[in-house]
């Protein structure tokens, strides 16, 4: 019955530079009933600007709790190829690098079982399968298990961690972030797969201060690659970008946000007083081939983060200003096990760890963590008198 | 039965052999052109990045045609990034002005490095949500095919990042980017007491709300709304499907500028409220894509070199930045809820 709908505004959308999901979906309609459906579901959104999905019935596969999130029309009659129509959120590998027997098998199992039609990636980062029946969820999961792919987090559990390109094509990596998310997904199966927290539990890994996976904003535990030496310089090198087109006085000194460059024009001479250096990563961004990271390389692990919902969106605040993350990374699983157990103990239904800490006081996180309070942590002391003494401490 | 719990592929077995052999030995990148990066090993090897932008829903065939010219220029091996850009690996030199060719040929978008936009990361709006104000796939489409000059070309002063939210549940963590486009509710939900009845746990949908606008109804055994307290999140929504909110009139667009992420120079910050309210236009959203592009292209005009959006503003104030821009200033942008945490330090970037 859907064969005479026609798609007027949704095809002015496959006009234009751009790559088209229009045009993506048409593909994947011409093999596939429940891709089509979805089109002229869509179709029908653009028209009357209100979305069409349910919210109800809970749906999964054996032994998860979480990995598949349910998703019904209410346009049943209209559109009944995506009467019933859920995601899988399937594990992707770190860093996001494939062989493409291993995309072709994926294609093919996507192809055997649900709509054709994915999300190369979610914004967690997993591999978005984007519509398959009830019916068909068991032995989809069974054919992905068969070619190694497992599921992903949802719901009140770990959600899929993920991490940036680190050593793998990075110079800047200070962490070797591929190998540590392996580790720790591994690490945390049970929590991914098996929702038991008051909430979702982010961990998002950046090799250096730029954070190109967004790790601060996006994760309740950020870990970001850093130093604590000297960052190392190419003298040479730096004279070669002087005498290229880079103005060093103002487009590297003038920005370092410490003052702690000189430069001198004459002798071509770049000094960096690594003391009061913030680590920033500024000049090393526009000098690579002269400036790198030091060699005492380590991470900053910061909690908290957030998007809004309940109590408002939080950047991750820094904890530990300095962890080594060498295999088998026992540090940092310790700390992530210890964090969890205290907002397992303490927070409320939907409260993330970033809000439990706000409630509860930064001074109850950190002696549940046994760390002692450093400066790092703040970027100002409080500036109301509104403070407690711990009778044991008023002798 | 089905082995679980035995985790992703491992990456190791995806990693093309240049990178194995140089993994961790990376010595220096240059920027080749807008879309191309060139990595260089201690060990002299070279490694030409050529990214792609994608419409990040995609289907199997499209996935296919990616891997016939990844097996045709790079081994077979290709990656992603983190805001769903694509990316073909090239070890032989030689390849790269045939693969790019190849691209463009087959109309494949090249760019999104360095100062240009990236891909926006984006959400699922209708296309597969329950509380979407808005579409995510199409505004991007349509901002995106009106600012693809900056996606491939280098012509801003610093990166900037666009993304997008369907709903202030923001998926995807829009709060920190340069320009972030967010679907917003504007109507208390509906409130279907049958519904609220039979399906939804009254304290819990009570508890979920963050101003405290929904009280019990023991009489009806269902809940109120005090309408003036209700800020249209949708979290009771999400909670209790007997209480939507998403509606024709009420919903559409608003956009926030000037966060970052990176601690490079200064530290991460979040995005501010400059327009407050778009309507859904769809299927190109006009009022979404000019706002953008006006915003954008005043900060690209203005701004020093390095200096991303959210600094710009700083540096010359917000009354400086509506006066550029020509936005209005409205009520709505003045804040009036409070989160107290701002003293604690929010970026690695501090002195030992
Ligand atoms: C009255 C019972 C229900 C309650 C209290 C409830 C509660 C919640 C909560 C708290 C969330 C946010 C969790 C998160 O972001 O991970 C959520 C998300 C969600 N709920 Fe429900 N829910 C209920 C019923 C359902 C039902 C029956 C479905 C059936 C499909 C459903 C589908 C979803 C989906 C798809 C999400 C998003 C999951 C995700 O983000 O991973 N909910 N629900
Ligand atoms: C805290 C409130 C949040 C709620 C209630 C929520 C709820 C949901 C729901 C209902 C979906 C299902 C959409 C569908 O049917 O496919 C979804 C998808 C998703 N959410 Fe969230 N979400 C929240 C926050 C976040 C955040 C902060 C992130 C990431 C940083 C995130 C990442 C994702 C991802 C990756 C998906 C899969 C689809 C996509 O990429 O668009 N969510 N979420
Ligand atoms: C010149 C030095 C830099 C290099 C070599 C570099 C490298 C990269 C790489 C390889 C990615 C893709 C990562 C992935 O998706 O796994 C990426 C993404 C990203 N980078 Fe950087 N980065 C640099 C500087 C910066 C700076 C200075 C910022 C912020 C001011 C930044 C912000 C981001 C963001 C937000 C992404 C997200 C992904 C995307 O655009 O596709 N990067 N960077
Ligand atoms: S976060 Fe740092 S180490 Fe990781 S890819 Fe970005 S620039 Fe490289
Ligand atoms: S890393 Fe940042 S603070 Fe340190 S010297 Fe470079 S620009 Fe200055
Ligand atoms: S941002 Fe909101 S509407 Fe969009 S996918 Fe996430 S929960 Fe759904
Ligand atoms: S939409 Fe949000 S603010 Fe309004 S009643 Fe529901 S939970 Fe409360």
Same mark, same amino acid.
């Given at each position: ?12 959308l496959?006009?234009?530079?751009w ?9 994947a ?13 869509l179709e029908?959104?653009?028209?009357n ?51 493409t ?12 079982? =649900? @709509?054709?039609l ?6 967690? %980062? ?5 519509? #398959?029946?009830? $019916?068909? /969820? ?5 054919d ?7 599921l992903?987090?949802? =719901? @009140? ?8 390109? %680190? ?5 800047? #990596?200070c962490? $070797?972030t /591929? ?7 591994n ?19 950046? %090799?250096c201060?730029?954070?190109?996976? #967004? ?20 003298p040479?090198?730096v004279?070669?970008?002087a005498?290229?087109?880079m103005?060093i006085?103002?487009?590297?000194v003038?920005?370092?946000p ?12 770049l000094?960096?007083?690594?003391g009061?250096?913030?680590?920033c ?11 790198r990271?030091g060699k ?10 957030k ?7 939080l950047?991750?605040w ?7 993350m060498?295999p ?8 992530i ?5 205290w ?7 939907r ?17 549940a ?27 | 039965?089905?082995?679980t ?7 190791k ?11 961790g ?32 829903l995609?289907s ?82 349509a901002?995106m095919d ?10 801003m ?14 998926c ?6 340069d ?9 208390p ?63 559409g ?6 966060g970052?992420?990176?601690s ?8 501010r ?36 959006m ?7 104030g917000?009354?400086?930045f ?8 409205s ?11 701002d ?10």
């Amino acid at each position: 019955m859907t064969e005479d709908s026609k798609t007027p505004l949704l095809d002015q959308l496959e006009e234009g530079p751009w790559p088209s999901f229009v045009t993506e979906m048409k593909r994947a309609g011409e093999k596939n009933e429940m891709a089509k459906d979805l089109l002229h579901q869509l179709e029908k959104s653009y028209k009357n600007k209100i979305g069409y999905w349910k919210h109800g019935g809970i749906v999964g596969v054996r032994g998860y709790g979480g990995g598949v999130i349910g998703r019904y029309t209410e346009l049943p009659e209209e559109f009944p190829a995506i009467a019933e129509f859920h995601t899988f959120r399937v594990n992707h590998p770190s860093g996001w690098f494939y062989t493409t027997d291993k995309l072709r098998q994926l294609c093919d199992v996507w192809d055997k079982h =649900g @709509s054709g039609l994915t999300n190369m990636h979610g914004a967690t %980062g997993d591999i978005i399968l984007l519509g #398959a029946p009830t $019916d068909a /969820l068991q032995p989809c999961f069974d054919d992905l298990a068969e070619i190694d792919f497992d599921l992903g987090g949802s =719901g @009140s559990d770990m959600r899929t961690p993920s991490c940036c390109v %680190g050593p793998g094509r990075c110079e800047f #990596a200070c962490v $070797d972030t /591929l190998d540590l998310l392996h580790d720790i997904t591994n690490e945390f199966q049970d929590e991914l797969h098996r929702p038991m927290f008051p909430y979702k539990s982010k961990i998002k890994i950046s %090799g250096c201060a730029n954070d190109c996976v #967004a790790s601060v904003a996006r994760s309740d535990f950020s870990v970001i690659g850093t130093w604590r030496d000297e960052i190392r310089m190419d003298p040479d090198e730096v004279a070669n970008y002087a005498d290229g087109n880079m103005d060093i006085q103002a487009e590297v000194v003038d920005l370092c946000p410490t003052g702690c460059i000189k430069w001198e024009a004459e002798t071509k001479t770049l000094t960096i007083d690594n003391g009061e250096c913030n680590r920033c990563m500024h000049c090393i961004n526009l000098m690579p081939k002269a400036l790198r990271p030091g060699k005492d390389q380590g991470a900053t692990i910061l909690v908290g983060g957030k998007a809004p919902i309940v109590h408002g969106a939080l950047m991750a605040w820094v904890i530990v200003p300095f962890m080594k993350m060498e295999p088998p990374y026992d540090d940092f699983k310790d700390f992530i096990r210890t964090a969890w157990e205290w907002w397992d103990e303490n927070g409320k239904m939907r409260e993330r760890i970033g809000e439990l800490i706000n409630r509860l006081g930064m001074r109850a996180f950190l002696k549940a963590m046994d760390l002692p309070p450093v400066p790092q942590m703040i970027s100002a002391p409080r500036a109301n008198p509104y403070y407690f003494w711990d009778p044991e401490e008023v002798k | 039965m089905t082995r679980t719990d035995f985790g992703p592929p491992n990456y190791k077995e995806m990693l093309p052999p240049v990178i194995k052999e140089n993994y961790g030995k990376w010595k220096y990148h240059e920027r080749v052109k807008p879309g191309v990066l060139l990595h260089v090993g201690e060990s002299g090897d070279e490694l030409y990045t050529v990214r792609v932008g994608s419409g990040r829903l995609v289907s199997t065939d499209w996935i296919r045609d990616i891997c016939g010219i990844a097996e045709k220029f790079c081994g077979g091996h290709l990656r992603f990034t983190s805001r769903h850009n694509l990316e073909f690996l090239v070890s032989e030199k030689e390849k790269l002005e045939p693969l790019i060719a190849h691209l463009k040929e087959e109309g494949y978008a090249v760019g999104g490095t360095g100062h240009s936009i990236s891909n926006p990361v984006h959400t699922q709006g209708w296309i597969h949500c329950h509380t979407p104000a808005t579409d995510a796939s199409g505004i991007v489409k349509a901002v995106m095919d009106d600012l693809f000059e900056y996606f491939t070309d280098w012509k801003m002063p610093a990166h900037c990042r666009v993304s997008l939210a369907c709903c202030l549940n923001m998926c995807g963590a829009v709060h920190c980017s340069d320009i972030a486009i967010l679907g917003i509710h504007r109507k208390p939900p509906t409130i279907d007491h049958d519904i609220v009845r039979s399906k939804c746990e009254i304290p819990n949908v009570i508890a979920a709300c963050p101003t405290g606008a929904i009280r019990p109804d023991p009489k009806a055994k269902s809940l109120t709304v005090t309408d003036e307290k209700c800020m249209y999140c949708g979290n009771c929504y999400t909670m209790c499907p007997g209480m939507p909110v998403a509606d024709p009139v009420g919903d559409g667009i608003s956009i926030w500028v000037g966060g970052k992420i990176s601690s490079a120079r200064t530290p991460p910050k979040f995005s501010r409220l400059a327009i407050p309210f778009l309507p859904n236009n769809p299927p190109r959203w006009p009022e979404v894509t000019d706002a953008v592009r006006n915003i954008l292209e005043t900060w690209a005009s203005h701004a020093n070199k390095h200096e991303r959006m959210g600094e710009w503003i700083e540096r010359v104030g917000w009354e400086r930045f509506f006066s550029l821009t020509g936005i209005p200033f409205s009520v709505q942008l003045i804040d009036d809820f409070t989160l107290a945490s701002d003293t604690y330090r929010s970026t690695p970037a501090f002195k030992w």
